[in-house]
């Protein structure tokens, strides 16, 4: 049976949602083809009409984590006010509900330990959404006047990503809570953003 070009683009689509799941929950590395594709419903052979080899599907799996979460706050908060689409970026990113998603949320602090691991393919695909994040936080720092803001906007997305990384390792859930406001209180007062809140 041949399907049309937009069930492939669809179901394309499905499998990388899959994998995005899995490299959440096990790690790029422990990625398996055979049980990504049985999620997605399909058999394994149908793998290779849609992507060239597993470093080609684990740098396109890597790239469509950047397309949702952190970077879809950002993209819909972009028409805001700066301080208020900041404040409420940080809100976001520095929740327990963020820090509770094992299954979407911001790529970053799932793949910065596996990064250096990484085909070149894919690290450059990680490169390109961090630079992507950095840029979107960099424009709206710019537009409330923040000196340097790409300097700015690199430290604030390595406290952010930090933050909920080590608020993830705390097992005790108050100390957890405490890092993630923390965080927020400090990230707000260095950029200016404590009446927005």
């Not at 058999?43 to 397309?67: D, R």
Request: net charge neutral; with cysteine.
């Amino acid at each position: 049976m041949r399907y049309d070009s937009e069930h492939k683009a669809r179901t394309r689509q499905k499998v990388l949602d899959e994998a995005a799941k899995a490299i959440r929950e096990d790690g790029p590395h422990r990625l398996a083809v055979a049980g990504v594709m049985a999620r997605a419903g399909l058999t394994h052979g149908g793998f290779y009409a849609h992507f060239a080899s597993k470093e080609a599907f684990v740098a396109e799996a890597i790239a469509h984590m950047f397309e949702g979460g952190p970077t879809a706050m950002l993209e819909k908060v972009k028409g805001a006010p700066p301080r208020d689409a900041l404040s409420d970026y940080i809100d976001f990113y520095l929740s327990a509900r963020h820090r509770d998603t094992r299954s979407g949320g911001c790529p970053l602090p799932y793949l910065a330990v596996d990064s250096p691991r990484l085909s070149e393919v894919s690290r450059a695909r990680y490169a390109r959404g961090v630079a992507h994040l950095t840029e979107i936080l960099a424009t709206h720092l710019a537009a409330l006047g923040r000196d340097h803001a790409e300097d700015e906007a690199s430290s604030t997305l390595a406290e952010l990503v930090g933050a909920v990384t080590l608020a993830r390792a705390e097992p005790d859930p108050t100390r957890s809570d405490a890092i993630l406001e923390r965080s927020r209180t400090h990230l707000k007062r260095r950029l200016g953003l404590e009446a927005a809140q």
